[in-house]
């Protein structure tokens, strides 16, 4: 297999494994962990497929996907109890699987228009969305409105990769460069709580006034 359908598996994975750790701190039943397990490792890539014309989409074609977010979700039906602070493990999973997602969803996204904007574009939102839907799902806050950066790293590694290979680096090299770059930047934000500037409103005037 090559490298960018390996990224492709740990991406979808790891993403099933922090919907699972999800549906762990609801406490649903195994049914449960697999739709959430589903849900959060195609999410991104479903949407990205869809924006790129391309269907039936990734995981129709290839069913080993499915089978292994339903593999992760009864490993960690299983096992999330052994786990002190099921939370903190999730969004660090997450930002493994962001890191490597980007990557591969900027790879998909050249190979299928050949524009660096669309691959950076498509790298983002493969790498974003299925977190996101698993925090809708289970009425968590969203990762998006979390103080730390997180849409900027996947940005980021997405921009290293297509921008490395854009500069003729080989697959491997332009895909380590992104993947480390965007761990980078999402786990210097987990750990060092590293936030842009937030917009502020009026001295004495509330949001909740402006009509």
């Known amino acids: 297999m090559s490298l960018l359908v390996y990224l492709d598996y740990a991406g979808i994975a790891l993403f099933a494994a922090t919907g699972a750790l999800a549906a762990s701190r609801k406490q649903l039943d195994l049914i449960g962990f697999l739709f959430f397990a589903m849900v959060t490792g195609t999410g991104g890539g479903t949407?990205?497929?869809?924006?790129?014309?391309?269907?039936?989409?990734?995981?129709?074609?290839?069913?080993?996907?499915?089978?292994?977010?339903?593999?992760?979700?009864?490993?960690?039906?299983?096992?999330?109890?052994?786990?002190?602070?099921?939370?903190?493990?999730?969004?660090?999973?997450?930002?493994?699987?962001?890191?490597?997602?980007?990557?591969?969803?900027?790879?998909?996204?050249?190979?299928?228009t050949g524009s660096p904007t669309i691959a950076i574009v498509t790298g983002t939102l493969t790498a974003t969305f299925g977190g996101v839907l698993r925090d809708l799902m289970a009425n968590e806050p969203s990762v998006l409105l979390r103080p730390e950066i997180y849409i900027t790293a996947a940005l980021f590694g997405a921009g290293i990769f297509t921008g490395a290979t854009e500069?003729?680096?080989?697959?491997?090299?332009?895909?380590?460069?992104?993947?480390?770059?965007?761990?980078?930047?999402?786990?210097?934000?987990?750990?060092?709580?590293?936030?842009?500037p937030t917009y502020r409103h009026k001295p004495g005037r509330h949001p909740d006034d402006v009509m």
């Open 167 to 196: 500069l003729g680096l080989p697959l491997y090299g332009a895909s380590a460069l992104g993947v480390v770059a965007a761990f980078a930047v999402r786990g210097g934000a987990l750990w060092f709580g590293w936030t842009f």
């Open 47 to 112: 949407v990205r497929d869809i924006v790129l014309g391309r269907v039936p989409v990734f995981w129709v074609l290839n069913p080993a996907y499915i089978v292994i977010c339903c593999l992760v979700g009864i490993v960690v039906f299983f096992t999330a109890h052994l786990v002190e602070s099921r939370y903190r493990l999730l969004i660090w999973l997450d930002a493994v699987g962001l890191a490597a997602y980007c990557v591969m969803g900027a790879a998909k996204g050249l190979a299928a």
